[in-house]
Structure formats: structure tokens, C-alpha cells
T-cell receptor, first 112, second 112 residues
Framework: DTAVSQTPKYLVTQMGNDKSIKCEQN?????MYWYKQDSKKFLKIMFS???????INETVPNRFSPKSPDKAHLNLHINSLELGDSAVYFC???????????FGPGTRLTVL | ELKVEQNPLFLSMQEGKNYTIYCNYS?????LYWYRQDPGKSLESLFV?????AVKQEGRLMASLDTKARLSTLHITAAVHDLSATYFC????????????FGTGTRLQVTL
């Protein structure tokens, strides 16, 4: 049983397009996150939602818009994709408070 | 701004040898996590360290936390090839809604 799942696993698209990545967790956690891992493997948080409420919003271009329809799902929509958006995007979830974060398999986004 | 530094960034070691990876952070924190990432894969949680002096061990890996020195170590005992991966430490600043700030990562290569 997959704990944190993401779709798609790979995404190849042209500059200027709009794309979405979906994330679902079945761990019963109340907090979900999006992270970006760049080509140098550096990981940086982008957003976090707790019970559908945005609680962390790092300095991310407003072309990136997260949406949480319920506490088990967190989607990431990206408008007007740029070359620099190419990266691996990881979704994670945890229980607020002490919560160890569990990561999804990642979505490798390539913008051509 | 919290800075999390790991060293070394790259470590090549022979099977059977011992070594330590260091994680220094710049701001008070009482929560530190260690993750493992295999190439092209997700992040796997290894250890959660929640208090000063915490020590946890799993197989050939042992992690410790010194919150006064703002230092965590990941010690590898009698390395085996299967431990080859990138290891990340991640720190949470109190009151930041479980926002993880990751270290730079240490790429470990265990040679036969």
C-alpha cells in the first residue's frame, strides 16, 4: 500500500505550458508539503498545508499554485513553465507537531 | 535565516571502515531528521532526534544530536556497499509549522 503517491512520475513539456502534479496520502496525516529538488540535489520547501489551510508559503513565483481539496490531497499547478522549473518535485506528509515527514516518489519535471 | 551544513559533501570509503558525517545548523532547534536518498528515488526517513543528547541506532548507522553545539552526527560502522546513497539531515525551527530545512547532502560511496 503506497503511503504517499504522486502523479505523474515524469513530465516533459514545452516552455510556456501549464501543468499539474497530484499528490495523495493514505497515512491519515493532517499536513502536506511540496518540495523542490534541483539538479544539485538541494531540497527546498515550497508550500505546506495543514487541514486544507496554507501554512507555509516560501518565496516561490506566483506561477506556482498549490491546492488542497481535502487533507489527503495536495496538488501543484504551474503556469507558464520556464526552463528553470525543471527539477524533481516531492510531496510529503506528516502529522502536525512532532511529525516525521514521509515523502512521495517524486515527479521529474523537464521543461524544454 | 537557518543554515544547515553537512560535511563532507562527498565521501568515498572502503567496505569495513568507519566514518562520521557531520551536520551543523545555525539556529536553535530541538528536532533533527536524517534521510537517505538512493539515485533517482525518494527520501527514506532514517532517524528522528527530538532532544539534546538523543542517540538512535539502526544496523550500521547511529545518529546523535547535541543541541547546545547545534551538531548532529551520523556514524557509519563497518560500511557495506548497500549503504551507498546520499544522506541528508534536516532541521526544524521551533514555531515554523514543521518546516524542514535540509542540509546540502552527503553522497556516500562504499567501494568493495
Amino acid at each position: 500500500d503506497t503511503a504517499v503517491s504522486q502523479t505523474p512520475k515524469y513530465l516533459v513539456t514545452q516552455m510556456g505550458n501549464d501543468k499539474s502534479i497530484k499528490c495523495e496520502q493514505n497515512l491519515g496525516h493532517d499536513t502536506m508539503y511540496w518540495y523542490k529538488q534541483d539538479s544539485k540535489k538541494f531540497l527546498k520547501i515550497m508550500f505546506s498545508y495543514n487541514n486544507k489551510e496554507l501554512i507555509i508559503n516560501e518565496t516561490v513565483p506566483n506561477r506556482f499554485s498549490p491546492k488542497s481539496p481535502d487533507k489527503a490531497h495536495l496538488n501543484l499547478h504551474i503556469n507558464s513553465l520556464e526552463l528553470g522549473d525543471s527539477a524533481v518535485y516531492f510531496c510529503a506528509s506528516s502529522q502536525a507537531g512532532v511529525g516525521e515527514q514521509f515523502f512521495g516518489p517524486g515527479t521529474r519535471l523537464t521543461v524544454l | 535565516e537557518l543554515k544547515v551544513e553537512q560535511n563532507p559533501l562527498f565521501l568515498s570509503m572502503q567496505e569495513g571502515k568507519n566514518y562520521t558525517i557531520y551536520c551543523n545548523y545555525s539556529t536553535t532547534s530541538d528536532r533533527l531528521y536524517w534521510y537517505r536518498q538512493d539515485p533517482g528515488k525518494s527520501l527514506e526517513s532514517l532517524f528522528v532526534l527530538l532532544s539534546n543528547g538523543a542517540v538512535k541506532q539502526e544496523g550500521r548507522l547511529m545518529a546523535s544530536l547535541d543541541t547546545k553545539a547545534r551538531l548532529s552526527t551520523l556514524h557509519i560502522t563497518a560500511a557495506v556497499h548497500d549503504l551507498s546513497a546520499t544522506y541528508f539531515c534536516a532541521v526544524v525551527i521551533p514555531g515554523t509549522a514543521s518546516k524542514l530545512t535540509f542540509g546540502t547532502g552527503t553522497r556516500l560511496q562504499v567501494t568493495l
